[in-house]
């Protein structure tokens, strides 16, 4: 595997489920993002991990809990989910080396969620 | 206020044409980056260029360069010799450094500009 692989890919769930989307990097970055992607809106970011502590959390309501266990994955928990949050939902990575230097984000395929 | 302006919700180039798609953006920060990136209908958002405030040049790479007018805080992409394959929606972002000097990447991301290439 090469690249940022998510899983699943298409994800249909109820508004009482728990699931948990999941990201791996292969690119030996240290930062991960999750951002979400709604019809005709611009991507919004969601958290940043870099060295897997999380160092940014943009309003984004408690159902969304994400977990980075090491600098390879990424997990986002989904529990008690809104038809709103239904949208695609990216993960990226970067080397971020606290020097100021911006590297570019690599994005996975996205998994598509559909709240039901 | 929005700090990534794509005034062009949809643009058409006839294939083996050059196309411009614009991007304007708004930062009082003398550090940042600019960036393209090409989303197909699968939904991947693939990494096209990268521009930084300080560069002097403008940034290619391949059919792909970055028209950037800094006075006026534009970073337009240029696809020249477009193909069939190149129909996709474009994003425009920015990262700005965060205060002191951290390079973990926030981006801000445009509207998005579909564009349809005809054979």
């Known amino acids: 595997e090469t690249g940022v692989t998510q899983t699943p890919r298409h994800l249909v769930m109820g508004m009482t489920n728990k699931k948990s989307l999941k990201c791996e990097q292969h690119l030996g970055h240290n930062a991960m993002y999750w951002y979400k992607q709604s019809a005709k809106k611009p991507l919004e970011l969601m958290f940043v991990y870099s060295l897997e502590e999380r160092v940014e959390n943009n309003s984004v309501p408690s159902r969304f809990s994400p977990e980075c266990p090491n600098s390879s994955h990424l997990f986002l928990h989904l529990h008690t989910l809104q038809p709103e949050d239904s949208a695609l939902y990216l993960c990226?990575?970067?080397?971020?080396?606290?020097?100021?230097?911006?590297?570019?984000?690599?994005f996975g395929p996205g998994t598509r969620l559909t709240v039901t | 206020a929005q700090k990534i302006t794509q005034t062009q919700p949809g643009m058409f180039v006839q294939e083996k044409e050059a196309v411009t798609l614009d991007c304007t953006y708004d930062?009082?920060?003398?550090?940042?980056?600019l960036f393209w990136y090409k989303q197909p209908s699968s939904g991947e958002m693939i990494f096209l260029i990268y521009?930084?405030?300080?560069?002097?040049q403008n940034a290619t790479e391949g059919r792909y360069s970055l028209n950037f007018q800094k006075a006026r805080k534009s970073a337009n992409l240029v696809i020249s010799a477009s193909q069939l394959g190149d129909s996709a929606m474009y994003f425009c972002a920015m990262r700005e450094t965060n205060a002191g000097g951290t390079s973990y990447g926030k981006l801000t991301f445009g509207q998005g500009t579909i564009l349809t290439v005809h054979p």
């Open positions: 930062t009082s920060d003398q550090s940042y980056g």
């Open positions: 521009q930084g405030s300080y560069d002097e």
């Open positions: 990226a990575s970067s080397q971020d080396t606290g020097t100021g230097i911006i590297y570019e984000q690599y």
